[in-house]
């Protein structure tokens, strides 16, 4: 025989709302009206799922985003962030859908518009930093991304962007860009960007920010395994010290605002031009190591890169600079075991399109290090 126990009266008076409030129809997301639509008296709101941004063991500090949620206003647009729009872009902090606090900053592009919101930080000397930010989509047919760049009139030596989404986004993404600031530079700007794929298509769509944040990326000090990676040591118009060349015409160090110092080359039409350095009695075998550093180049015709060789064969090598810019590139690799022979390579070659066409290229602070865990 089956018994039951009858709750009190002031038990039922409290689980009964509950009951009732659990059963109730969920309301509408901001996704599916694409405006704030202020539910009914007890009714539960369907909010896009909300991922937890893991703590990376490198970051240092606390976050130099400032109201990287959106949170404080004037004028009904957000503090501490520059706002780029045409005017048919509606941008404003909402609290239709947000990943934290009570706002979030919706972006809707009606038509082949662009949008940006930009924030200046102060560079902490030459770091790595990491930016990122959570994001909803709607119906986005351009590219929706995080982008760095520095705030120099005279060069683009900060230059980095994320990954790119589009279409729909019903949960909260993650997007993610790290990036290298040398200590000249005095500050820089994050942006979040809503823009055409390319020439003659749309940007149209609804975007959603949220959680914005800025991070230093911090590391056990390592050593610098080259000597001179910085090209400090040796005469100005010859061969620094510590490295060998092929090819060349005229070598010598250079300064600009960007980077005080720096190895500067200019080729002869079809020339290709390589500086190297042993680097077999620093390294041990089997284990992971990165060649970074900086480049550029005065045209099109010559390809810079950082190269990793072995007895005459290359092991592996970043991907060509071909640009006016300084670009900050990292290469990850693990010692042969067999290092003999080893040999870290600065190298210009040649567009086979333009091979005989003059060229100058940069080198600057090039360095080899035992790699850290994400390396």
């Known amino acids: 025989m089956k018994t039951y126990r009858i709750l009190p009266v002031c038990l039922l008076s409290v689980c009964l709302p509950l009951i009732v409030c659990a059963c109730s129809k969920l309301g509408p997301s901001p996704l599916n009206d694409g405006k704030a639509a202020k539910p009914a008296p007890g009714t539960m709101i369907a909010t896009p799922p909300v991922p937890v941004l893991p703590v990376d063991k490198r970051f240092v500090g606390n976050n130099l985003i400032e109201d990287g949620g959106f949170e404080r206003a004037m004028g009904g647009e957000p503090v501490s962030w520059k706002l780029d729009a045409a005017v048919p872009c509606k941008v404003e902090r909402v609290q239709d859908c947000y990943a934290e606090g009570q706002y979030s900053l919706r972006v809707a592009v009606p038509g082949n518009q662009s949008f940006e919101a930009t924030q200046r930080v102060e560079n902490h000397g030459h770091k790595e930093y990491v930016f990122r930010c959570l994001v909803l989509a709607k119906d986005v047919s351009g590219q929706v991304r995080l982008a760095v760049c520095d705030t120099a009139e005279n060069g683009k030596i900060v230059s980095a962007q994320s990954e790119a989404i589009t279409g ?171 290092c003999k022979g080893l040999l870290a390579l600065l190298y210009c070659r040649r567009d086979k399109e333009q091979p005989a066409s003059p060229c100058t290229v940069w080198f600057a602070h090039v360095e080899l290090l035992a790699a850290n865990d994400k390396e």
């Not at 823009?195 to 911090?218: I, R």
């Not at 400090?232 to 960007?258: A, C, F, H, L, Y």
Request: proline share 8%; with cysteine.
């Open 168 to 338: 729909t986004r019903t949960e909260w993404t993650p997007l993610q860009v790290e990036f290298a600031v040398p200590a000249t530079i005095l500050d820089f700007a994050v942006a979040l960007r809503h823009e055409a794929a390319g020439e003659g298509s749309s940007a149209m769509g609804t975007v959603w920010f949220d959680q914005c944040e800025l991070y230093m990326l911090g590391e056990p000090s390592r050593q610098n395994l080259l000597r001179n990676g910085d090209f400090s040591e040796g005469p100005i118009k010859k061969i620094p010290s510590n490295w060998g060349w092929w090819m060349g015409q005229t070598i010598s160090r250079d300064s600009d605002v960007q980077m005080p110092q720096s190895l500067k080359v200019d080729c002869r039409p079809e020339e290709e031009v390589t500086f190297v350095q042993p680097v077999e009695d620093v390294v041990k075998p089997g284990q992971r190591y990165v060649l970074r550093g900086y480049m550029k180049t005065s045209n099109s015709s010559g390809r810079a890169t950082l190269e990793v060789g072995k007895q005459g064969w290359i092991l592996t090598a970043t991907k060509p600079v071909s640009s006016p810019d300084w670009t900050w590139v990292k290469l990850p690799f693990t010692a042969p075991d067999d």
